[in-house]
Nanobody
Framework: QVQLVESGGGLVQPGGSLNLSCEAS????????IGWFRQAPGKGREEVSCINNSGHRYYSDAVKDRFTITRDNRDKWYLQMNNLKPEDTGVYYCQAAGGFEYWGQGTQVTVSS
């Protein structure tokens, strides 16, 4: 059974940090691009960061220099989020895209004082 399972969301004050994790199972992650998306209340889903098949990292302008995407050598990847702002609030989804596209169930991130 194919699954992507996120963890690490929560409530944090502005300026704080969170580290999201995503673990894939049920398929081989090789040759898949992996990434993170988010959806703020009342808005569409937007891409936050990804690593493509060549290992190139992409960050949206909104998170550049604050977020860092990494992956291990097997089936997990991470999003280290620093200096969080209220506008970073939303549901964060991990994604793996290749021959097929897989999504996690989402994890809530709330940045509020």
């Amino acid at each position: 059974q194919v699954q992507l399972v996120e963890s690490g969301g929560g409530l944090v004050q502005p300026g704080g940090s969170l580290n999201l994790s995503c673990e894939a199972s049920g398929f081989t992650l090789d040759l898949y691009a992996i990434g993170w998306f988010r959806q703020a209340p009342g808005k569409g889903r937007e891409e936050v960061s990804c690593i493509n098949n060549s290992g190139h990292r992409y960050y949206s302008d909104a998170v550049k220099d604050r977020f860092t995407i990494t992956r291990d050598n097997r089936d997990k990847w991470y999003l280290q989020m620093n200096n969080l702002k209220p506008e970073d609030t939303g549901v964060y989804y991990c994604q793996a895209a290749g021959g097929f596209e897989y999504w996690g169930q989402g994890t809530q991130v709330t940045v509020s004082s």
